[in-house]
């Protein structure tokens, strides 16, 4: 029998859950745990310099490796300013479990220094919180947490652990538990056969069908049945901004992205279609705009392990409620066996609509011979990287940039806080990538608004050497809130300018990086060449692009998906 | 159209507190709640009745199943089913009033259940609409304190809800 604290508990439990790297942060209620962490060198902290960072580097992690992210904190202030992280997993999914020490139960509930209710406060944005009520029950609670999280719908997970539930000289028996079992929580491990035949029928009487995917194909591990179920029926698939990477933005069935701003192409081609498969995708505002005017001419087949985002915000013809990998595998069977084909010349003349579409706009900007367009640096970073790199953004117009010319073949590549759209997100979430994945490259696209809100971790990766690069695509302004402003309020540009930026080049040199200016065209390819050269360094690249830049196509509010802006002059 | 969900829910600190949150987060009315611990201690029943359109209340049926700690529930007013509600209210009763409040107490099948002599304490059991019928005829100028339970529901016939 083994006698151990609750602290040295805790770190036992993350080593036989196998994880290797915690984030974090120590404070007063965390000191148990720090000193357990201390004592042992299988599970390695990493500090960040703002707890916020700590969560999206757990975040970046999970999303390239498909594994849920640990962090570390202590009660009070550390906990709180864990919330953004959190809240960004919980609106993406993502898997994640948050440790927070807490004030002694003791003292709970006397407004002790830095006590706060981190159970209430967290509760509204993640999938589930835990409390630590006795020392022994920590292996339990750990494998709990982590099965959460991990399991039907991803999410984060909180764990609030008092302070006197780590007791260093209070030892109990360490059991950790092979397997856990709630009652109360069994996610569906398949579709309804019944539902999954109709909704073939369906797809295989479809005269003008479309696949639509969301981020619930890459956290599912599905993009290979999404692939193949594609390929089978030959029909066109677009998908949603968290499912980029799902299908192979190269391939000609790929109609790019959707939504607000997606492609022309697909959001006409969702628009006109009779059949809509949905798979992992929830109808976010940003896709369908207004749900009233939504695809008036479609039926739609909704497959999501959540039962909850069917037909909450568009109605679902055919629900499928279970596992994305598991309801296509079963959907490809049947669409093999079928004695029924697709209608040849439906589907031609649907391909040639779809031509049609994607010749009249496809992807474009207007070039300029003296000052940088961001999406030609996007282009160019796609070229010299051969689309292979991991790419976190941060939020805004860079971030759409990115996503509309960065293609994207793989899944888990493409790293952005797309439900809540946190600024501040991507170089933390570039860190997490980068320690995990050190062979690859990472680059964090972001502007000098975003970058801004979490650039004290320059620091961390001086501290354990991550050479990220980082593209800040500077316009001098928060682009987004000013192209909003450009549209809706004529040109009243409040509060969306920059003033006093700082020379990042210094700044980044001060952390002991290297920072490359840009700011002639010319400049751009090799200075970005230079840059991606220097394996081991973090470059911090400040490039001025065009202040006047929009990002199009644009839905227009209010309108159906093919009511978009094409250009500043251009609406359809 | 109004609701009443049954929820049975593991017994444990913070899990009623999830149920209510999710009704605020996500802007769904509550009307009335009810919850106590089951003959299973480790599970509580908890009644919520609600108001909303067929959409609105198949999303509450939903998130409530999607809180970890919910383990089954049911729309009682999907099939048929009993609901009760136990009220307390406190009567000024003097006078002539006292033999005229004791009557419609009986016709409402209520118990005056403690006596001053100025008060009467009136328990009464019932739907929802019965206990507003009751206030209403004995008139609001009498009434001095009003304590409802809000509805506790069960299905009819051998549908159960358990584990």
Redesign the interface.
């Known amino acids: 029998m083994e006698l151990l604290s609750g602290a040295d508990m805790l770190i036992r439990s993350l080593q036989d859950e196998g994880i290797e790297y915690i984030y974090g942060y120590p404070g007063g209620a965390a000191l148990h745990i720090y000193d357990a962490l201390f004592r042992q060198d299988k599970v390695k902290h990493i500090l960040v310099r703002h707890e916020q960072a700590a969560v999206h580097m757990a975040d970046g992690y999970a999303r390239a490796s498909g594994k849920p992210g640990t962090v570390l904190v202590t009660s009070g202030p550390g906990a709180t300013n864990t919330i953004t992280g959190i809240a960004t997993a919980f609106m993406d999914s993502i898997p994640m479990v948050v440790l927070c020490g807490q004030v002694a139960s003791t003292l709970i509930g006397e407004d002790a220094f830095q006590e706060t209710d981190m159970?209430?406060v967290s509760?509204?944005v993640v999938?589930?919180?835990l409390?630590v009520r006795h020392p022994e029950e920590i292996p339990e609670i750990i494998r709990k947490a982590y099965y959460?999280a991990s399991t039907g719908r991803p999410g984060p997970v909180v764990v609030d652990i008092p302070k006197d539930m780590t007791t260093p000289n209070e030892r109990y028996e360490y059991v950790f538990p092979k397997k856990i079992k709630?009652?109360?929580?069994n996610p569906a491990v398949r579709g309804h056969t019944g539902q999954i035949r109709k909704a073939v029928d369906m797809l295989l009487a479809a005269r003008r069908p479309i696949i639509y995917a969301g981020g619930g194909v890459i956290l599912g591990k599905a993009t290979e049945q999404l692939t193949e179920l594609t390929r089978t029926l030959g029909y066109p698939i677009t998908n949603t901004l968290m499912g980029i990477g799902c299908y192979p933005a190269s391939d000609e069935q790929h109609l790019g992205w959707l939504g607000m701003h997606g492609t022309y192409e697909s959001n006409m081609a969702m628009h006109h279609s009779d059949l809509i498969l949905a798979v992992g995708a929830r109808f976010d505002d940003r896709v369908t705009n207004a749900t009233e005017k939504f695809c008036p001419g479609a039926r739609i087949i909704h497959i999501d392990i959540?039962?909850?985002s069917i037909?909450?915000t568009v109605?679902a013809d055919v629900p499928i409620v279970g596992p994305v990998d598991a309801v296509l595998r079963e959907m490809i069977g049947m669409v093999k066996e079928a004695k029924q084909k697709p209608d040849a010349d439906a589907l031609k003349a649907w391909w040639k609509q779809i031509d049609d579409w994607r010749a009249f706009h496809g992807m474009r900007y207007e070039t300029s011979d003296d000052v940088i367009k961001p999406q030609e640096v996007i282009e160019m970073l796609h070229r010299l990287t051969n689309g292979e790199a991991y790419v976190t953004t941060d939020v805004g117009q860079h971030q759409m940039f990115a996503a509309q010319y960065y293609k994207f073949d793989r899944p888990n590549r493409w790293i952005n806080s797309g439900g809540l759209g946190t600024m501040g997100f991507g170089l933390p979430a570039a860190m997490g990538v980068k320690l995990n994945y050190p062979e690859d490259e990472v680059l964090c696209i972001t502007g000098e608004g975003s970058i801004q809100m979490n650039i004290q971790e320059l620091s961390t990766c001086s501290q354990y050497d991550l050479p990220v690069k980082i593209i800040n695509l500077n316009n001098q302004a928060l682009g987004m809130v000013k192209q909003w402003q450009d549209m809706n309020y004529e040109s009243r540009h409040s509060q969306s300018y920059m003033e006093s930026l700082p020379d990042f080049i210094k700044l980044a040199e001060a952390y002991g990086h290297v920072g490359i200016r840009i700011d002639r065209k010319e400049d751009l390819e090799p200075k970005l060449r230079e840059a991606l050269a220097m394996k081991d360094k973090l470059v911090f690249l400040d490039i001025y692009v065009d202040r006047f830049e929009h990002v199009y196509p644009m839905q227009v509010a209010r309108g159906s998906m093919k009511d978009m802006w094409l250009s500043k002059t251009e609406r359809v | 159209m109004r609701r009443i969900i049954s929820v049975l829910l593991?017994n444990e600190?913070?899990a009623l507190?999830?149920v209510v949150?999710l009704f605020s987060?996500r802007n769904y009315n509550i009307e009335t709640l009810t919850v106590a611990p089951t003959e299973d201690e480790t599970l509580s029943r908890l009644t919520v009745t609600t108001t909303g359109s067929d959409?609105v209340i198949?999303?509450i049926t939903?998130?409530l199943?999607?809180l970890?700690?919910?383990?089954k529930l049911v729309d009682l007013t999907e099939g048929a089913h009993i609901e009760r509600e136990l009220m307390l209210v406190k009567l000024k009763a003097s006078g002539a009033q006292r033999a005229e409040i004791k009557r419609t107490v009986d016709i409402f099948r209520g118990q005056i259940v403690d006596v001053t002599s100025t008060v009467y304490t009136v328990q009464l059991a019932g739907n929802s609409d019965k206990l507003d019928a009751f206030i209403q005829a004995v008139g609001t100028t009498g009434v001095l304190e009003v304590v409802r339970s809000g509805v506790s529901g069960i299905a009819r016939g051998e549908k159960v809800l358990s584990?």
Do not use: F, M, T, W
């Open positions: 159970i209430g509760r509204p999938k589930h919180n409390s959460i709630l009652r109360s929580y959540d039962p909850a037909s909450k109605e | 593991e600190p913070g507190s999830r949150g987060q959409k198949e999303q939903k998130q199943n999607k970890i700690e919910v383990v584990l």
